[in-house]
Every structure is written in C-alpha cells, then in structure tokens.
C-alpha cells in the first residue's frame, strides 16, 4: 500500500477496549496527529459506551464485524486476549483496513503466519504492538552497540522471575494463566516483549531450543522455562523465566568484549554501561503513554516519513521462536 496523503486522516476504530487501552495505548492514538478514534468495540455494551464517553469517542460497538465493516474505520487496533488476534485479524485483511495488533501477534506461529500471509497478499500495512522497539531506552541501548562501546558482542542474558500473585494462589480465573488462551502463560505475555527486542537489538535468532514445565501446577500454562538461542550475527543468548520465586528480577546483561550493557525489560532502572573508560549510567523515563513513540511510527510509515521497527513479519518470528522454546516445534 502506498503512502498516505499528508493532509489525510487516518480514522482508528479499537477492538477490546479494556485495561490496556486505558492508557497504554488509546491516548496515544488521540495524541498523534493524523491519526483519530472513531469506534471502539467492546462485547459488554455499557462497558464500550462507557469508555467510549470519557475518551471522547464517538462511536461503540458490542459487535466486532460491525466496527470492521464500518465504512469510516479505515485501520483497526486489535487489543483483545491473543487467542481472538487471528479471528479478528483475518477479518480485518478481508476488509482491507490497515491494522495493529497487540502482542503477541497471536498464540502460535502458525496462527501468527496465517495472519501476516493474508496482510501481506493483499499488500496491506500489519503492525504488531512490540512497542519497545520504538522506545527511546532501547534506542539508546542500540546506540551503544552501534558505535562499538562495549566492542564485539558476545553474548545476552535474561532473567525474568516473580512470585506468584495473589490470584494465582487463589485459583480464580486468569486468562493470561489459561493455556487455552495462553499456552506459556506469563511467558507469553511477558517474555515475548524482550525476545522481541532482542531480534531488533542483535539481528533475529536463527537457532533456539528451551524446557518449559508447570513447578506449581497453580494453573495450567507453563510456569518455568529457560532457553538457549544463537542470533544470525553469531551471537549467543540464555535465559530464564520463573513465575513462582520469592522475589521480582528483572535483568538484562549484554556482553562485549570489551565491556557490558545491563538493562531491564520492564523496570525503569537506569541502563549502566561498563567499560575500560568506567561506568556510564542514564535513566531514560517512558513516556505517559508508553505506545505514544510505536504510534507515532506507524503514523511516519502510513505517512511516508519513516519505517515502523515491528511488522506482522517480525512478530512471527518472535512468534516461531516462543514456540521453538515451548516444544511446540
């Protein structure tokens, strides 16, 4: 699809207004120019209105097909649990409307290239909502890499671990827990974020192999899962990811030979650098609506002014190596 014309709006119509959309997301379509909320579709009808109402939106639906179809939503933002991405995905590429779907593009590789295959045949714009790639910490984090300030890289580590939440103990329903909806569980939802960005940050990773196993059998998605991985640069990767440990970690380690990055994932801790030279330390905040830097990059594609870090093709690969890491394939 061709460029956009600078003096057109590009009218945005969500599917799944709930938590995220709060203020993750939403506000950060309202806030870029060019780009405007018309619809948004929620299946608890007083819930879509009510959000519809404090966001100064227009229009809400209880049925998906209808915000689709309807003729003045040129682009859908899919932000709905990611086993209903491919049912809604597929309907928006029937459609012909640009779309952005929220992360991970859908629960398995094959449901996320069935997805980016029928964007694609149609040469239709498929973003998938890996908004770290666009954030100014991680760009930062490339930076560093880029003008060789820790030398050649060797290697990445990530630990990911927290304790088990109130409602995991309780045993109340959790979609995000659900390996109907889910099948790594917090896995899904967590890891794919950072093995995402480290195909942006290091070139994808062509070779991956896990262990994936439920410890505390609290629900039925995995909860354990550790990794090994080679990036196509010939970098090496590790990591770990646990859901029932005492305490939270966060951390990041890249390895050069000549110093070292350390980063979190989600936390807002300062980025350290490490080298011969000493110990160079930036905190870099997010912004109040942390999607408002991936927006305003599908805004600069759609536009004609730039490249968009995360597409429906990146997203399936990140997609094929969660699966790699499950088991799965």
């Known amino acids: 699809m061709s460029a956009i014309n600078n003096e057109k709006i590009i009218r945005w119509g969500i599917i799944g207004c709930g938590d995220v959309t709060e203020k993750k997301s939403g506000p ?91 964007f694609k045949s149609k040469n239709i714009p498929l973003f998938t909502a890996y908004y770290r790639r666009s954030l100014p910490r991680f760009k930062k984090v490339k930076k560093w890499m880029e003008t060789n300030s820790i030398g050649q890289i060797r290697h990445i580590n990530w630990h990911l671990s927290k304790p088990a939440s109130e409602q995991d103990l309780s045993g109340l329903y959790n979609w995000r827990t659900d390996a109907e909806v889910a099948k790594g569980g917090y896995f899904d939802d967590l890891a794919s974020h950072g093995l995402d960005l480290f195909n942006y940050l290091l070139g994808d990773i062509k070779e991956v192999s896990g262990i994936s196993l439920n410890q505390q059998n609290l629900y039925s ?58 110990i160079i330390t930036e905190t870099i905040e997010h912004p109040e609506n942390v999607q408002l830097n991936h927006v305003g990059a599908m805004k600069e594609q759609l536009f004609g002014t730039g490249n968009h870090p995360s597409s429906g093709t990146s997203a399936t690969h990140t997609s094929w190596i969660m699966d790699r890491i499950m088991g799965v394939i």
């Open 28 to 118: 950060a379509y309202q806030k870029t120019a060019g780009f405007e909320i018309v619809a948004v579709m929620r299946r608890d009808a007083e819930k879509a209105a009510d959000y519809a109402k404090r966001h100064g939106i227009q229009k809400f639906y209880s049925d998906a097909d209808s915000l689709i179809n309807d003729p003045e939503v040129d682009a859908v933002y899919i932000a709905t649990p990611p086993d209903s991405h491919k049912l809604y995905g597929l309907k928006v590429a029937e459609a012909g409307k640009i779309c952005c779907i929220e992360k991970p593009l859908a629960p398995s590789y094959e449901d996320s290239k069935a997805i980016a295959e029928a």
């Open 221 to 278: 998605a995995k909860d354990a899962l550790v990794a090994c991985w080679l990036h196509e640069s010939g970098i090496t990767g590790t990591g770990s990811w646990n859901f029932g440990t005492a305490t939270r970690e966060d951390k990041v380690i890249i390895y050069g030979s000549q110093g070292t990055i350390q980063f979190s994932i989600f936390d807002e801790d300062p980025i350290v650098l490490t080298n011969e030279n000493g």
